[in-house]
């Protein structure tokens, strides 16, 4: 019979080796890594961590195999998270380089390099740098990002906030910092136009500090990139800071759960119907899923990326254009996967039902404007 060995044994459990050898040691052992586990113990180690060990005789042979049990969830959860890409947006003040910033990031870091391809529109896109992803959200950025808020949706990760070398801190730079910091999204300064004359980093890092968000070589904590997005410089840094940041916050998501996300953007498209740009947060979309948003349903019949190349499946933080939608859903709105198109028809049919009940309720009741709403 070939012997179950404690390192072998621990990672099959997805165990570190030293737990599982304080576990053995608990019951009176004196396991170390090499050690061999009688079959009694290891079948009651593995059912502690909810595993059944099966172990199979076949003449002189036997095999083991460790087979896991129908865990409760959460657990199931957890084991299946894998690191996603960071969901990052760009906000800033007027004219401070926003686009300009965007775009550049885009023709230089294309996935799988086909820059010049007919890049389309839609709201959202994914680079790849050092063969890692990073998805940049590619709307007016402040009005998306405050919309989406509105809605409590937390789609972004990193808030990359623009200042302009030349005119520092502007009214609607402070106004995005705020609404980056409510959301608690983390914070990535990048100082653009460092080429123009007039530039002066050093004042664009008073002001920091100022507000308390002082930058990293000023023995604050914000990570700063000097860049030109006109002439290209520091794009790569910024890029690197960006997936070093994404380290730290340990971004996961669960690929094989059902799809849920956000929605992005919405259209009508012409010959196509009603389309939106969604980013997938949990689970992986695939092409024949039905969906429901509020009021909104769809069945998936097909999906586009950001370079209009048709895909099938779309794991967590990508972003995809989605046709097969009943209407157009709204941006910021979070949409799940239902069992199948029937089910998701219903479920944006009892939506439509309450929300005219709300509706109907509220109508004699007087109105409040969020200050979101007013922005
Ligand atoms: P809005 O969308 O209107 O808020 O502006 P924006 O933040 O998207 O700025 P945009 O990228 O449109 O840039 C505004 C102007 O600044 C354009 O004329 C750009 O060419 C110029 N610009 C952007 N980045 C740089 C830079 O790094 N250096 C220089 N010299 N000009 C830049
Ligand atoms: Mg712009």
Redesign the pocket.
Known sequence: KPPIIVRDFAAALGLKPFKLISELNQQGGFASMNSTIEEAVAIAVAENHNFILEIKHRGEAAEKKVVQEKADPEEEEKRNLESRPPVVC?L?????????????IRSANVVSGEAGGITQHIGAYQVEKEGRKITFLDT???AAFTKMRARGAHVTDIAVL?V?ADDGFMP?TDEALKHAQKAGVSLIVAI?????KGANIDQVKTQMQQRNIAAEDWGGETITVP?????G?GIDTLLEMILLQADMLELKANPKAEASGIIVESEIDFGRGPMATVIVQRGTLKVGDALVCGTHYARVRAMFDDQGRNIKAAPPSTPVRIIGWSSTPDSGATFRTAKNARDAEDQAETERLRIRQVATRAASAPKEVSVDQLF
């Open positions: 760009i800033g003040h007027v004219d401070h380089g926003k686009t300009s910033l965007l775009d550049r007016p950025g402040h623009v302009a609607q653009n136009k460092t080429d123009v860049v030109s997005a006109l002439k410089e």
